[in-house]
């Protein structure tokens, strides 16, 4: 009896590849593309017949967009998740969802071996390893394309002899989109000098100065709930929405530079229009409505928290741990934001909330202080200066 193994499938030269590569292995394939948030219904369809055309036993298609927001984007948002102040996290997030999806596949269908496409020079690798690793303990994992080391070339020219039938033009840039982002990938990520140009963006801009436009976001307990006047049933939608509208500004465009999980430096663009603008709207709302100790821990836990993540620890019970704490500090982070959209900019105008600290009941600053009086100041400044004030005193008199 045939082997049985599930691979992860894109639809891409690796994982077509690794379908007729195990065929000639003898083992029974069974392919899964998990879905979160980068494809349109056409685009899966495509995928399933040309996997089916590779002549896979079966096929299957997991839709976890709403499940990959439950799970990890919505402490992304609580968090301001930004990995080195610059990119939401959009490829790292979502690896490890597709990957958990995966490995509860293979179990189901009592598999022998697993098995992605990833190379041996990126971050993925580890994460998919790590999650089949915790998950499918027991379970055989398989990585053609990187045991190999193939080059592109050999796996066009293995799959041309087999028959195969498909677009073997290699993109100009690598392009992966999902619901917290797109990363773009090309000869200028390659280097530390250059930039990515326009056409690099699989978002057109179309939107000129004189599109400028502001819209309101609604914020429920940290959730992006509503966009202007539309009111929607899950957030993933809400940012489905709001990407919609504010991409063909070009707004989210940028290049990050980061430390890989296997200790080399890496480069690579992104879109990401939406992430960007509720990650600084969120911030914005949480400044006015939570107090300075509550910013201050969800800071620090929050940059560990993208991390790690980063790095596929997802699975670590303390990431559940800190996911409690972002969740207890949102409970008041409820409001509307107003945010302009510009050609390749934004900017946050303003917050309307129930809960705003910011109230001109207890003084306005720099101008009136209701609450208090001068020589409830004076008092206060003397106590909280006095241990200095004896330092000094010391250390002048020695």
Avoid at 9 to 16: A, I, N, P, Q, V
Avoid at 58 to 76: N, P, Q, R
Avoid at 135 to 157: G, H, N, Q, Y
Avoid at 196 to 219: N, Q, R, S, Y
Wanted: net charge negative; proline share 3%.
């Amino acid at each position: 009896m045939s082997k049985k193994i599930v691979l992860g499938f894109s639809g891409g030269l690796d994982t077509t590849y690794c379908v007729k590569y195990f065929e000639d292995k003898g083992y029974e394939v069974h392919s899964v593309i998990v879905n979160t948030g980068g494809f349109s219904e056409e685009e899966i369809e495509k995928i399933a017949q040309h996997a089916k055309n590779l002549g896979v036993k079966s096929h299957k298609t997991i839709d976890a967009v709403e499940g990959y927001y439950d799970k990890i984007i919505k402490y992304l948002v609580f968090g301001n998740v930004l990995k080195n102040n610059t990119y939401p996290l959009s490829v790292s997030a979502e690896r490890i969802v597709q990957a958990m999806h995966i490995a509860e596949y293979a179990k189901s269908l009592q598999a022998d071996a697993i098995a992605h496409g990833s190379t041996g020079a990126g971050n993925d690798q580890v994460r998919f390893d790590m999650v089949f690793n915790i998950v499918v303990p027991d379970m055989e994992i398989i990585t053609p394309i990187r045991d190999l080391k193939i080059s592109r070339e050999e796996e066009i020219a293995f799959l041309k002899e087999k028959g195969v039938e498909m677009n073997f033009e290699k993109s100009k840039y690598s392009i992966n989109q999902g619901l917290w982002g797109t990363s773009v990938g090309g000869k200028e990520t390659l280097n530390s000098r250059e930039f990515l140009p326009e056409e690099a963006f699989p978002t057109k801009v179309t939107k000129g100065e004189d599109d400028a436009v502001e819209i309101k976001l609604v914020f429920e307990k940290g959730e992006l709930t509503g966009v202007n006047d539309e009111t929607f049933a899950h957030p993933a939608r809400a940012i489905e929405r709001l990407q919609s509208i504010a991409a063909p500004y070009g707004i989210g465009r940028d290049i990050h530079v980061g430390d890989t999980i296997i200790g080399i430096k890496g480069r690579v663009g992104f879109e990401a229009a939406a992430p960007v603008i509720i990650i600084k709207a969120h911030h914005t709302l949480e400044k006015h409505v939570l107090t300075k100790w509550q910013l201050s821990w969800k800071d620090t836990l929050a940059g560990f928290y993208g991390n790690w993540l980063h790095e596929g620890q997802f699975l670590d019970p303390v990431m559940r741990d800190m996911e409690a704490y972002m969740q207890s500090s949102q409970n008041h982070v409820t409001g509307n934001v107003y945010v302009k959209l510009m050609p390749y900019r934004f900017q946050v105008l303003g917050i309307e909330s129930a809960y705003d600290l910011m109230s001109s009941k207890f003084g306005k600053y720099g101008e009136m202080n209701n609450g208090w009086t001068g020589d409830d100041v004076r008092g206060f400044s003397k106590i909280f200066s006095n241990q200095l004030v004896i330092f000094e005193s010391v250390k002048n008199s020695k």
